[in-house]
């Protein structure tokens, strides 16, 4: 094992129909994040993990659905479970409903992922609370595909409270947000229906990216990093 290896960790061993997959998908055009949200595909997602440690604690289900021309697209969604080598805490179990059995038979990983890039196509991800989501997501795809996942990403913890000033103090969590715009959940901690629901979330937010002319996802993303300044500095 060279140094490079120990530094890095070992090249995942990909098959070579597996390696054909991910290079169709790395070979596809990136996203206009420039083009009108009418007119563009943005992947809302949401995860389950073995608990809350970035560190430590590992990637249990992807929940995504798509909102295409401005309407959230069912038919236009996904959610799998990753096989997982051994299984979470019956704590953890009892939160996402994921139970032993569920996560042993899972998809392996490796076809999971490339599952989940073959969906997404390069389209715009749009999460809440991003930053747990990505960093769950990034690790996995660098652990099994050894993929550096450079993708756009919006967070709508950031946006809501940019478009929504005066609820920035009082609405912290998704629960606040859902209940503010009158957003139900069929599932709540399914990776899947919280996905719906930020989905929803997202459409509610619309009138008001509008007047603000907020109607691209750059325009999206620029606001977020505005509403993060005013947090850091606020």
Not at 209 to 225: G, I, W, Y
Request: overall charge neutral; aromatic content about 8%.
């Amino acid at each position: 094992m060279n140094w490079l290896t120990r530094l890095f960790g070992k090249k995942p061993e990909l098959t070579p129909e597996q390696a054909t997959r991910l290079a169709a998908w790395q070979a596809l055009p990136a996203p206009d994040i420039n083009a009108p949200c009418t007119a563009s595909r943005y992947v809302v997602v949401d995860v389950e993990t073995s608990g809350l440690n970035l560190a430590r604690d590992r990637l249990i289900a992807i929940g995504a659905v798509a909102v295409s021309a401005g309407r959230i697209q069912l038919v236009d969604s996904m959610e799998i479970i990753l096989q997982q080598d051994r299984i979470s805490t019956r704590d953890n179990i009892l939160i996402h409903g994921i139970g032993g059995t569920a996560q042993a038979e899972g998809v392996p990983p490796v076809e999971a992922l490339l599952t989940l890039l073959e969906y997404l196509g390069k389209s715009p991800l749009v999460a809440f609370h991003v930053a747990f989501d990505k960093t769950m997501i990034d690790r996995a795809l660098k652990t099994f595909l050894g993929l550096k996942f450079n993708h756009p990403w919006a967070d709508l913890a950031y946006l809501a409270p940019a478009l929504y000033p005066d609820l920035a103090r009082s609405h912290r969590s998704l629960d606040q947000w859902m209940g503010q715009f009158g957003i139900s959940n069929y599932a709540r901690h399914s990776a899947l229906a919280d996905a719906l629901s930020t989905a929803e979330l997202l459409l509610s937010l619309r009138e008001r990216m509008s007047a603000k002319q907020v109607d691209h996802f750059k325009a999206m993303r620029d606001l977020e990093r505005a509403q993060r300044m005013v947090n850091w500095t606020g």
